[in-house]
């Protein structure tokens, strides 16, 4: 069995799963605070991120992009603390708030948060502490000790109070690592330098001390060793001992002989140490004494930080590869292991004792029987107060101190037991009890009141049942305290303390019996009861069944409380309270109807049974209410024709919640029953709701009853918002009825939804005095026609003068020619007309008057009108055609006359006479109208004449239209007769442009002609007419232009060249810009589009402009021309165009010319382009001289460039001048490699000293098969991991392997040898040198890349080498793998043993057996022996049986035995039974039981040995099955064992046949012999038939005698037992009939007594009898 180890190692986290790269795993880099967050600082591309793993979710790490050279979290919350530079800068992550902020003096380079409120900031002369509350800045504590003076700082500690303070750092000593800390005391303000590696303060309690001592423990690592030293700092506390320093070794193993502490945490729950150190062990020592209890190496990289695991009060840390490891006290196997391994009882002891931990009891317990047995009564006693567990604390040790005697004049062993255990801790319940006993019985009442407030003593329901004999309110403190609700309870009821119950019961989530409690509480105070009961249904869910609260108050007719009640606990109005709300209503109903009124009023309640509470109401007087719960109309008629019951308000709305039918039925029955007395509520509820009962079905209401007054009244109520005709017909109808006149002039007035024809007809039948409501009506809807042959037949004049003059004028053309259409009397209608002053449209009269040929009458209403001023258009267009039509002087009319409608009397003329319609359209500017007429009738100068005065470009566009037939003829017009009459310009520019828009060019240019080119004209010099003849030509003819050039003067040029040259006259262009002097323009014309560059140059000969030279220059460069642009430019003496220049010289190769141009160019600006091109040039032309003399002299050129260039050209010589002049080495490199100058090479190189450089140069090198200084360069090179892969294969493609080799082994020595370098060398051997690879790996395997290597090593099938590098990669499997597929080179057997523990895949084990199997199978048991904590047995046995080889692998089955595995227990007894060891497979049997006992006994059972078939019955006893034991035995003649299992089954039938067996194979003594085994089995009778059948009574004799001896007893025992019971019966008084029973009030029915005959049930038994009541017999009840 493996050893029991004292402490739990447990992996949390491996940060690579959570995807932190392993790089950014360092102290540098992460920080960890407590053992809730673990902080690291990452850059992820570009980007800088801090990464916060909660370790409570370590799956969703928390990622925010902060730039920072630190950070760390708070130990509890998620705060951080953030630092760059300078600057520190708290926030809070989860409020997303920055909380302080502070810039240092001095730069931090430790800092650590030494509790929740406190960060220590250290820098390289000063501590200070800055508090995170508050606006508090950073305090210095103190100033850093010289000894700690370029120190590396890795930790800072401070004591719980912060009175002492430590500073710990590192440095490199003489080939080892010092460790230096400087310990600071507040108080004292002194600083100690202390040698040591890691540190931690503790607070630890002495025994006998009253208060806690603050403890220093420091490791250190020296060249003469370790050591951990425990000391207490400052003074002991008052009246304390101090504590003695203690210094122990601490043992470092021989492989780790640079190994040194790392990191110290101490556990406050177990007082221990733990102590990591770099290597990854951990030292655990306890704190008192200082004592190693055990040390292991539990990591295999530096665990580089670690803090306190709170959970387990142990220590948790992160290793460099990323486990997050914790490391703890096994508190269940510290002190056995104490106890046995390190065999020290004595520390075992005392820690279980401190700690309160397991292990110890037997020690404990053997002690106390020694003390005990001593009569050292008191030491006992002090060993079971401090034994762990309470081991000891038990009732038999109560009652071992109970039985002790007490010496005279002492204190009992017993009270000294309870005085200990008093002074130490709290006693038990069962100590408290026997304790308390003796206290009560003597009246001391306020010890225990005085324990309970010290929680001395464990309460318990026991306890509190003692107590409350003496004092109920005591009891209930030791209730409340033990947790007993129902005593608790029971306790507040008997005191009164009601209020409470409640409170607590949902304090313990406890359910008493509430209404067993409210009974009692309403017998006793009603007041109080009422409380209570509120207070049961105060929360949502009530406490009890709100029914049986309800017949609680009942019980004592408490209504108007029980009212309260329920009004309070109904308040929520749930359905499931519909019976309570209807009882609440009937209780109130029959005693308090307005109390019912008021609670249906606040409409409280929904779910009662309305049907019951409805009559109720009634039968009460509630009408109302009544009415609001009937349901059936026939109630609801009855109650409802009784209106001066109700308030008629309430009525209306109440018909609101009936049905249409049910609403007119009620309206119905209350017309019927006293129309007087609700005619008005009727009209009331008809008029708010007639939209849902109908209208049309309440106006037939109101008529059935012939109440035109209530259908008058109704209908005016609604008619304002109606839209229905027959609502509108019906009010004006009983409006007349009623003879409310004014209502029927509003209605026929204002509405518009009556139908007028409708209407009209009932007016005219209705004969009214007043036919102003007919004349509305008329009027509105168009029947004046209608009305005035109504009225005028009926000789109603006046109606029509008061209508036309009154009622609305406007219908006055109307009523004139209805008047007109009867034959009307002149004078009557002009007198009509004359008397009308209102407003009338003049044109409908004149229209009315005009249709019927009667204008003529309106002659003097018109006159008169014009003389009385009036500007009507209708009247003068009236007036215009009576004097057409009389040909009075109509032309003077049109022309003079400002306010007739021209577009109206012009197509009056236009049949009559056309000119007279010109005359009228010209006046009013209708311009389609007088176009029209004219081209109707010819009238074309008059057109061109309007035309050319109305200057509208739209309509000259419609006129000169292409699909305008008239449009010559017009033309013509416009050309001879219109322009020449016009002397205004602006006549003849909208005319022409008009010409112009209308694409006309040959009539324009005839009509320019004659504008501009003849010599009267007064336009002849006008310059936009000249230019638009220009333009015209151009665009028509372009033949006449050159001539109008040459004949006009005043016209734009450069415009008019422009206009030219892009209608490709470019002669025509280049004589414009001649003729006015514009050279520039001139030379662009021939050199851009007459592109003949001589006839631009003689031209530029001849003009001799700058200007034109510059740009004959540039046409020149375009012409690729470069000599003779050049020549051009320098003419022009320009160099604005030197990038051109140079371009085009630098493709033509024309460097000579260029430098002529570049050196004029440099005269006139000093650009840097300039002159970098001009060294360039002067290196073209290889004029090196020049070129010297020019860069050793101030210039701006960019040498560098020009260098590059030349090198890329391959003018080394010149790129050689211009690199050595800037100093540019690493080009200079370059160019002397190409020289062949490679030692300067070298040279400039190691100047330069650039990587790209050292390639370059290293190359060029191995190239020449300069090795030497090939290897100089590679050695610079090599250092960096990025370029060393080029070098690698730069070499081996080159063939050059063993000086690569060479270069690598000389680059190991160098001072910044990296992973990569020692990699690379790895393969190279393992390619070009393997046999030097293992030794190699041997070296160097912990600095190279392992999977890099494994795969060289793989393809060069080093199989050994791979094993190795698996290993040490820790890939178990793949070692595995390896040597089982090259076992002849690759497996070693302690090596494989060792290795295949470690693997993952749990299926190589299996694998390797096989291989073990099929390569060793001799060893395959050792195999076995190390896999066996890790084999699944089951499985393995299932391999070997299916292999054949269980009998080799027997030792295995016999190890792995004890975990009592089905298979193995199987396949052991199949191995032993082929053996034939009986004796082996039944002490298998008997030791291991989980196996297949059926199957196994059945295989036995057909054995050929006796023992096995023993055995079978043995597994057939073992599983119940006597018979088939028993008949196994019966075969085999196994008589002792077959009378064993018959007396074990306890079965009669199995003993019985048993004995018969014997008795037929003739068996006497195994007969008798049966009869003892199975004694209490057999039935005497069938023993004696047996005898006596078989005559052997002899035999059976003892057995007979033994059971008649038996029997004897028994009737001896009954009749003592009986006489016994006569005795003590004849001795009792004989029962009252009164004194004992309760009375039937509180005992209730049949509770007591015996019911009498008469209630008893026919055939019901007494109790216990079997007997009907009434014939009990004598002596039954006694027996029973």
């Given at each position: 069995m493996?050893?029991?180890?004292?402490i739990r190692?447990?992996?949390?986290?491996?940060l690579?799963?959570v995807?932190?790269?392993?790089?950014q795993?360092?102290?540098?880099?992460?920080?960890?605070?407590?053992?809730?967050?673990?902080?690291?600082r990452?850059?992820?591309?570009?980007?800088?991120?801090?990464?916060i793993?909660?370790l409570?979710?370590?799956?969703?790490?928390?990622?925010?992009p902060?730039?920072?050279?630190?950070?760390?979290?708070?130990p509890?919350?998620?705060?951080?603390?953030?630092?760059?530079?300078k600057?520190?800068?708290?926030?809070n992550?989860?409020?997303?708030?920055?909380?302080?902020?502070?810039?240092?003096?001095d730069?931090?380079?430790?800092w650590?948060?030494?509790?929740?409120?406190t960060?220590?900031?250290?820098?390289e002369?000063?501590?200070?502490?800055?508090?995170?509350?508050?606006?508090?800045?950073?305090?210095?504590?103190f100033?850093r000790?010289?000894s700690?003076?370029?120190?590396?700082?890795?930790?800072?500690?401070?004591?719980?109070?912060?009175?002492?303070?430590?500073?710990?750092?590192?440095?490199a000593?003489?080939?080892?690592?010092?460790g230096h800390?400087?310990?600071?005391?507040?108080?004292r303000?002194?600083?100690?330098?202390?040698?040591?590696?890691?540190?931690?303060?503790?607070?630890?309690?002495?025994?006998?001390?009253?208060?806690?001592?603050?403890l220093?423990?420091?490791?250190v690592?020296?060249?003469?060793?370790?050591k951990?030293?425990?000391?207490?700092?400052?003074?002991?506390?008052?009246?304390c001992?101090?504590?003695?320093?203690?210094?122990?070794?601490?043992?470092?193993p021989?492989?780790?002989?640079?190994?040194?502490?790392?990191?110290?945490?101490?556990?406050?729950?177990?007082?221990?140490?733990?102590?990591?150190?770099?290597?990854?062990?951990?030292h655990?020592?306890?704190?008192?004494?200082?004592?190693?209890?055990?040390?292991?190496?539990?990591?295999g990289?530096?665990?580089f930080?670690t803090?306190?695991?709170?959970?387990?009060?142990?220590?948790?840390?992160?290793?460099?590869?990323?486990?997050?490891?914790?490391v703890s006290?096994?508190?269940?196997?510290?002190?056995?292991?104490?106890?046995?391994?390190?065999?020290?009882?004595?520390?075992?002891?005392?820690m279980a004792?401190?700690n309160?931990?397991?292990g110890a009891?037997e020690?404990?317990?053997?002690?106390?029987?020694?003390?005990?047995?001593?009569?050292?009564?008191?030491?006992?006693?002090?060993?079971?107060?401090?034994?762990?567990k309470?081991?000891?604390?038990?009732?038999e040790?109560i009652?071992?101190f109970?039985?002790?005697?007490?010496?005279?004049?002492?204190?009992?062993?017993?009270?000294?037991?309870?005085?200990?255990?008093?002074?130490?801790?709290q006693?038990?319940?069962?100590?408290?009890?026997?304790?308390?006993?003796?206290?009560?019985?003597?009246?001391?009442?306020?010890?225990i009141?005085?324990?309970l407030k010290?929680?001395?003593?464990?309460?318990?329901?026991e306890?509190?049942?003692?107590?409350?004999?003496?004092?109920?309110?005591?009891?209930l403190?030791?209730?409340?305290r033990?947790?007993?609700?129902?005593k608790?309870i029971q306790?507040?009821?008997?005191?009164?303390?009601?209020?409470?119950?409640?409170?607590?019961a949902?304090?313990?989530?406890?359910?008493?019996?509430?209404?067993?409690?409210?009974?009692?509480?309403?017998?006793?105070?009603?007041?109080?009861?009422?409380?209570?009961?509120?207070?049961?249904?105060?929360?949502?869910?009530?406490?009890?069944d709100?029914n049986?609260?309800?017949?609680?108050?009942?019980?004592?007719?408490?209504?108007?409380?029980?009212t309260?009640?329920?009004?309070d606990?109904?308040k929520?109005?749930?359905?499931?309270?519909?019976?309570l709300?209807?009882r609440?209503?009937?209780m109130?109903?029959?005693?308090?109807p307005?109390?019912?009124?008021?609670i249906?009023?606040n409409?409280?309640?929904?779910?009662?049974?309305?049907?019951h509470?409805?009559?109720?109401?009634?039968?009460?007087?509630?009408?109302?209410?009544?009415l609001?719960?009937y349901?059936?109309?026939?109630?609801?008629?009855?109650?409802?024709?009784?209106?001066?019951?109700?308030?008629?308000?309430?009525?209306?709305?109440?018909?609101?919640?009936?049905?249409?039918?049910?609403?007119?039925?009620?309206?119905?029955?209350?017309?019927?029953?006293?129309?007087?007395?609700?005619?008005q509520?009727?009209?009331?509820?008809?008029?708010k709701?007639?939209?849902?009962?109908?209208?049309?079905?309440?106006?037939?209401?109101?008529?059935s009853?012939?109440?035109?007054?209530?259908?008058f009244?109704?209908?005016?109520?609604?008619?304002?918002?109606?839209?229905?005709?027959?609502?509108?017909?019906?009010?004006?109808?009983?409006?007349?009825?009623?003879g409310?006149?004014?209502?029927?002039?509003?209605?026929?007035?204002?509405?518009?939804?009556?139908?007028?024809?409708?209407?009209?007809?009932?007016?005219?039948?209705?004969k009214?005095?007043?036919?102003?409501?007919?004349?509305?009506?008329?009027?509105?809807?168009?029947?004046?026609h209608?009305?005035?042959?109504?009225?005028y037949?009926?000789n109603?004049?006046?109606?029509i003068?008061?209508?036309?003059?009154?009622?609305?004028p406007?219908?006055?053309?109307?009523?004139?020619g209805?008047?007109?259409?009867?034959?009307?009397?002149?004078?009557?209608?002009?007198?009509?007309?004359?008397?009308?002053?209102?407003?009338?449209?003049t044109?409908?009269?004149?229209?009315?008057?005009?249709?019927?040929?009667?204008?003529?009458?309106?002659?003097?209403w018109?006159?008169?009108?014009?003389?009385?001023g009036?500007?009507?258009?209708?009247?003068?267009?009236?007036?215009?055609?009576?004097?057409i039509?009389?040909?009075?002087n109509?032309?003077?009319?049109?022309?003079?006359?400002?306010?007739?409608?021209?577009?109206?009397?012009?197509?009056?003329?236009?049949?009559?006479d056309?000119?007279?319609?010109?005359?009228?359209?010209?006046?009013?500017?209708?311009?389609?109208?007088?176009?029209?007429?004219?081209?109707?009738?010819?009238?074309?100068?008059?057109?061109?004449?309007?035309?050319?005065r109305?200057?509208?470009?739209?309509?000259?566009g419609?006129v000169?239209?292409?699909e305008?037939?008239?449009?010559?003829?017009?033309?013509?017009?416009?050309?001879?007769?219109?322009l020449?009459?016009?002397?205004?310009?602006?006549?003849?520019?909208?005319?022409?442009k008009a010409?112009?828009?209308?694409?006309?060019?040959?009539e324009?240019?005839?009509?320019?002609?004659?504008?501009?080119?003849?010599?009267?004209?007064?336009?002849?010099d006008?310059?936009?007419?000249?230019?638009?003849?220009?333009?015209?030509?151009v665009?028509?003819?372009?033949?006449?232009?050159?001539?109008?050039?040459?004949r006009?003067?005043?016209?734009?040029?450069p415009?008019?060249?422009n206009?030219?040259i892009?209608?490709?006259?470019?002669?025509?262009?280049?004589?414009?810009?001649?003729?006015?002097?514009?050279?520039?323009?001139?030379?662009?014309?021939?050199?851009?589009?007459?592109?003949?560059?001589?006839?631009?140059y003689e031209?530029?000969e001849?003009?001799?402009?700058?200007?034109?030279?510059?740009l004959?220059?540039?046409?020149?460069?375009?012409?690729?021309?470069?000599?003779?642009?050049?020549?051009?430019?320098?003419?022009?003496?320009?160099?604005?165009?030197?990038?051109?220049?140079?371009?085009?010289?630098?493709?033509?190769a024309?460097?000579e010319?260029?430098?002529?141009?570049l050196?004029?160019?440099?005269?006139?600006?000093?650009?840097?382009?300039?002159?970098?091109?001009?060294?360039?040039?002067?290196?073209?032309?290889?004029r090196?001289?020049?070129?010297?003399e020019?860069?050793s002299?101030?210039?701006?050129a960019?040498?560098?460039?020009?260098?590059?260039?030349?090198y890329?050209?391959?003018?080394?010589?010149?790129?050689?001048?211009?690199?050595?002049?800037?100093?540019?080495?690493?080009?200079?490199?370059?160019?002397?490699?190409?020289?062949?100058?490679?030692q300067?090479?070298?040279d400039?190189?190691?100047?330069?000293n650039?990587?790209?450089?050292?390639?370059?140069?290293?190359?060029?090198?191995?190239?020449?098969?300069?090795?030497?200084?090939?290897?100089?360069?590679g050695l610079?090179?090599?250092?960096?991991?990025?370029?060393?892969?080029?070098l690698?294969?730069?070499?081996?493609?080159r063939?050059?392997?063993?000086?690569?080799?060479?270069?690598m082994?000389?680059?190991?020595?160098?001072?910044?040898?990296?992973?990569?370098?020692?990699?690379?060398?790895?393969?190279?051997?393992?390619?070009?040198?393997?046999?030097?690879m293992?030794?190699?790996l041997?070296?160097?395997?912990?600095?190279?890349?392992?999977?890099?290597?494994?795969?060289?090593?793989?393809?060069?099938?080093?199989?050994?080498?791979?094993?190795f590098?698996?290993?040490?990669?820790?890939?178990?499997?793949?070692?595995?793998?390896?040597?089982?597929?090259?076992?002849?080179?690759?497996?070693?057997?302690?090596?494989f043993k060792?290795?295949?523990?470690?693997v993952?895949?749990?299926?190589?084990?299996?694998?390797?057996?096989?291989?073990?199997?099929?390569?060793?199978?001799?060893?395959?048991?050792d195999?076995?022996?190390?896999?066996?904590?890790?084999?699944?047995?089951?499985?393995?046995?299932?391999?070997?049986?299916?292999?054949?080889?269980?009998k080799?692998?027997k030792p295995?089955?016999?190890?792995?035995?004890?975990?009592?595995?089905k298979?193995?227990?199987?396949?052991?007894?199949?191995?032993?039974?082929?053996?034939?060891?009986?004796?082996?497979l039944?002490?298998?049997?008997?030791?291991?039981?989980?196996?297949?006992?059926?199957a196994?006994?059945?295989?036995?059972e057909?054995?050929?040995?006796?023992?096995?078939?023993?055995?079978?019955?043995?597994?057939?006893k073992?599983n119940?099955?006597?018979a088939?034991?028993?008949?196994l035995?019966?075969?085999?003649?196994?008589?002792?064992?077959?009378?064993?299992?018959?007396?074990?089954?306890?079965n009669?039938?199995?003993?019985?046949?048993?004995?018969?067996?014997?008795?037929?194979?003739?068996?006497?003594?195994c007969?008798?012999?049966?009869?003892?085994?199975?004694?209490?089995?057999l039935?005497?009778d069938?023993?004696l038939?047996?005898?006596?059948?078989?005559?052997?009574m002899?035999f059976?004799?003892p057995?007979?005698?033994?059971?008649?001896?038996?029997?004897?007893?028994?009737?001896?025992k009954?009749?003592?037992?009986?006489?016994?019971?006569?005795?003590?019966?004849?001795?009792?008084?004989?029962p009252?009939?009164m004194s004992d029973?309760?009375?039937?009030i509180?005992?209730?029915?049949?509770?007591?007594?015996?019911?009498?005959?008469?209630?008893?049930?026919?055939?019901?038994?007494?109790?216990g009898?079997?007997?009907?009541?009434?014939?009990?017999?004598?002596?039954?009840?006694?027996?029973?």
């Open positions: 493996a050893q029991q180890l004292p190692f447990q992996e949390h986290l491996q690579q799963n995807g932190i790269n392993v790089q795993i360092g102290f540098a880099t992460l920080t960890m605070e407590s053992d809730k967050f673990i902080c690291i990452e850059k992820v591309a570009d980007t800088a991120q801090v990464v793993i909660d409570a979710d370590p799956n969703n790490p928390i990622r925010r902060i730039t920072a050279d630190s950070a760390v979290m708070n509890a919350s998620k705060v951080i603390a953030l630092k760059a530079g600057n520190l800068q708290i926030f992550i989860e409020m997303k708030s920055k909380m302080k902020a502070h810039q240092m003096t730069d931090v380079i430790f650590k948060w030494i509790n929740l409120n960060i220590a900031l250290v820098t002369t000063t501590v200070y502490h800055w508090s995170m509350e508050g606006e508090s800045q950073p305090q210095k504590m100033d000790h010289s700690l003076a370029g120190c590396q700082i890795i930790n800072y500690r401070a004591d719980k109070s912060l009175k002492w303070l430590l500073l710990v750092g590192i440095s000593q003489q080939h080892r690592v010092a800390m400087q310990l600071y005391s507040v108080e303000k002194v600083s100690q330098p202390i040698e040591g590696h890691a540190a931690a303060f503790a607070q630890f309690k002495m025994p006998g001390n009253s208060e806690e001592s603050t220093f423990t420091f490791a690592r020296t060249q003469q060793g370790g951990l030293h425990i000391i207490e700092v400052g003074s002991p506390p008052t009246g001992q101090p504590f003695t320093k203690k210094a122990v070794d601490v043992f470092f021989p492989e780790a002989q640079t190994d040194f502490p790392v990191a110290m945490q101490v556990s406050t729950k177990y007082d221990t140490i733990y102590l990591i150190t770099k290597f990854g062990y951990v655990l020592y306890d704190l008192e004494t200082g004592t190693c209890i055990y040390m292991n190496r539990i990591s990289e530096t665990i930080v803090a306190v695991h709170e959970p387990s009060s142990g220590i948790i840390g992160v290793n460099r590869k990323g486990q997050v490891l914790s006290v096994d508190d269940g196997n510290i002190v056995p292991y104490i106890t046995n391994t390190l065999q020290n009882p004595e520390l075992a002891l005392r004792t401190r309160d931990l397991a009891e020690l404990f317990v053997r002690k106390f029987n020694v003390l005990f047995s001593q009569s050292q009564f008191q030491e006992a006693a002090k060993i079971a107060a401090k034994a762990p309470g081991v000891l604390r038990t009732p040790t009652q071992r109970q039985h002790v005697p007490t010496p005279p004049g002492q204190t009992s062993p017993l009270l000294q037991y309870f005085g200990i255990l008093l002074e130490s801790s006693l038990n319940k069962y100590e408290a009890l026997e304790l308390c006993r003796p206290v009560l019985a003597q009246g001391k009442k306020q010890l009141e005085k324990w010290e929680d001395k003593l464990e309460c318990s329901e306890l509190g049942e003692l107590v409350k004999q003496v004092d109920p309110t005591l009891a403190s030791v209730f409340l033990a947790g007993v609700p129902g608790v306790c507040f009821a008997e005191t009164g303390q009601f209020q409470k119950i409640i409170l607590y949902k304090k313990v989530n406890y359910q008493p019996d509430y209404v067993f409690l409210l009974r009692n509480v309403m017998r006793l105070n009603p007041d109080q009861g009422t409380e209570f009961a509120k207070m049961l249904v105060a929360d949502e869910e009530p406490l009890a709100l049986q609260i309800v017949d609680v108050f009942m019980e004592v007719n408490m209504v108007q409380q029980c309260s009640f329920l009004l606990a109904l929520n109005n749930r359905p499931n309270e519909g019976q709300q209807t609440l209503l009937e109130n109903l029959l005693t308090a307005q109390v019912a009124d008021a249906m009023g409409q409280m309640f929904t779910h009662y049974d309305k049907a509470i409805a009559q109720l109401c009634e039968k009460a007087g509630l009408l109302q209410r009544a609001e719960h349901t059936d109309i026939y109630d609801i008629k009855r109650a409802v024709v009784h209106t001066h019951m109700l308030n008629p308000d309430w009525l209306v709305n109440y018909f609101g919640s009936l049905s249409v039918e049910d609403s007119l039925e009620c309206l119905r029955a209350m017309l019927q029953a006293n129309i007087r007395q609700n005619l509520v009727c009209v009331k509820i008809a008029s709701y007639y939209e849902q009962l109908s209208t049309l079905s309440l106006i037939e209401l109101f008529e009853f012939k109440s035109y007054e209530g259908l009244y109704f209908l005016g109520s609604i008619v304002n918002f109606s839209q229905d005709q027959d609502v509108h017909f019906k009010y004006i109808q009983a409006a007349c009825k009623t409310q006149m004014k209502e029927v002039e509003r209605i026929c007035r204002e509405s518009n939804c009556y139908d007028a024809e409708r209407v009209k007809n009932f007016l005219k039948e209705a009214l005095t007043d036919q102003l409501p007919l004349i509305i009506v008329c009027d509105r809807f168009e029947y004046v209608d009305l005035v042959l109504y009225l037949r009926n109603l004049q006046k109606y003068e008061i209508y036309v003059q009154k009622v609305n406007s219908r006055l053309p109307i009523v004139a209805g008047l007109l259409d009867v034959d009307c009397a002149d004078d009557v209608i002009k007198n009509l007309v004359l008397s009308v002053r209102g407003p009338f449209s044109d409908e009269l004149v229209e009315e008057f005009e249709k019927r040929n009667r204008l003529k009458l309106l002659l003097p018109m006159e008169s009108r014009i003389h009385e009036v500007e009507e258009p209708a009247t003068h267009n009236a007036l215009a055609k009576i004097y039509d009389s040909n009075n109509p032309e003077r009319f049109l022309r003079e006359n400002q306010f007739y409608d021209s577009r109206i009397v012009g197509r009056y003329c236009e049949k009559r056309p000119h007279l319609a010109c005359v009228a359209y010209e006046r009013g500017q209708c311009d389609d109208e007088l176009i029209k007429v004219c081209n109707e009738n010819s009238l074309f100068k008059s057109e061109a004449r309007y035309l050319v109305r200057r509208d470009p739209d309509l000259w419609r000169l239209d292409e305008n037939q008239y449009r010559r003829p017009l033309i013509d017009q416009v050309v001879q007769t219109a020449s009459e016009t002397q205004d310009p602006e006549d003849v520019s909208v005319t022409v010409f112009m828009s209308a694409d006309l060019p040959n324009l240019i005839e009509l320019l002609e004659k504008i501009v080119l003849d010599e009267n004209s007064l336009f002849r006008h310059r936009n007419l000249q230019n638009l003849l220009i333009l015209t030509a665009k028509a003819d372009q033949t006449r232009v050159m001539e109008y050039i040459n006009l003067d005043n016209y734009d040029a415009d008019i060249a206009i030219c892009s209608s490709d006259l470019f002669e025509e262009a280049f004589a414009i810009f001649k003729k006015f002097d514009v050279n520039t323009s001139a030379i662009e014309v021939l050199i851009t589009h007459v592109h003949n560059l001589d006839r631009a031209f530029a001849r003009c001799n402009q700058p200007a034109v030279w510059s004959l220059g540039k046409a020149q460069l375009d012409s690729q021309m470069v000599k003779e642009a050049i020549d051009s430019y320098i003419k022009a003496d320009d160099p604005s165009t030197y990038t051109e220049v140079i371009q085009a010289a630098n493709e033509a024309n460097f010319d260029l430098v002529r141009y050196q004029m160019a440099r005269k006139k600006t000093r650009e840097t382009f300039i002159e970098t091109e001009l060294v360039f040039a002067f290196a073209k032309t290889n090196l001289a020049d070129l010297e020019f860069i002299g101030p210039n701006h960019q040498i560098m460039q020009v260098g590059e260039r030349c890329e050209e391959k003018m080394y010589e010149a790129a050689k001048l211009l690199f050595n002049n800037i100093s540019n080495f690493a080009r200079l490199a370059s160019t002397l490699v190409h020289l062949g100058e490679f300067n090479a070298v400039s190189a190691r100047k330069a650039s990587t790209r450089t050292w390639k370059e140069v290293c190359f060029s090198c191995v190239e020449a098969k300069e090795f030497r200084l090939a290897q100089v360069c610079h090179i090599v250092v960096h991991a990025d370029e060393l892969a080029d690698i294969n730069y070499y081996q493609d063939g050059h392997f063993n000086e690569l080799i060479t270069l082994e000389a680059a190991l020595g160098l001072e910044r040898a990296h992973m990569g370098m020692f990699t690379e060398l790895a393969i190279l051997y393992s390619k070009y040198k393997p046999s030097k293992r030794e190699h041997e070296l160097f395997w912990s600095r190279v890349n392992i999977p890099k290597v494994l795969r060289a090593a793989e393809q060069a099938h080093l199989w050994p080498e791979l094993v590098l698996y290993d040490k990669y820790e890939e178990y499997d793949n070692a595995v793998l390896t040597m089982m597929a090259h076992p002849t080179e690759a497996w070693r057997e302690s090596l060792e290795v295949v523990t470690k993952a895949n749990i299926e190589l084990y299996y694998r390797a057996l096989q291989f073990y199997l099929d390569h060793r199978p001799l060893i395959v048991n195999l076995l022996v190390v896999l066996t904590p890790r084999l699944d047995h089951t499985r393995a046995v299932s391999f070997f049986t299916r292999v054949g080889h269980l080799l692998v295995y089955l016999r190890t792995v035995q004890s975990n009592n595995n298979a193995v227990n199987e396949a052991l007894s199949q191995v032993l039974i082929e053996e034939e060891d009986y004796e082996g039944r002490k298998s049997i008997d030791t291991f039981d989980n196996f297949d006992t059926i196994l006994a059945q295989q036995l057909k054995h050929e040995l006796l023992e096995f078939r023993r055995i079978g019955a043995y597994l057939y073992n119940n099955r006597w088939q034991s028993v008949d035995c019966k075969k085999d003649l196994l008589y002792r064992d077959a009378m064993q299992y018959a007396c074990e089954s306890r009669t039938e199995i003993a019985e046949g048993l004995i018969a067996w014997f008795l037929e194979i003739g068996k006497k003594e007969f008798a012999s049966c009869l003892f085994t199975c004694y209490d089995l039935r005497p069938v023993i038939e047996l005898a006596w059948r078989h005559n052997i002899d059976a004799m057995y007979l005698v033994q059971v008649l001896r038996e029997y004897l007893t028994k009737v001896d009954l009749q003592k037992a009986d006489a016994d019971r006569a005795e003590e019966q004849s001795d009792q008084p004989p009252s009939m029973m309760p009375l039937m509180t005992a209730g029915p049949g509770i007591g007594a015996v019911p009498p005959p008469a209630m008893v049930p026919p055939g019901m038994m007494a109790p009898t079997g007997v009907p009541y009434g014939q009990q017999q004598p002596g039954l009840y006694r027996q029973y």
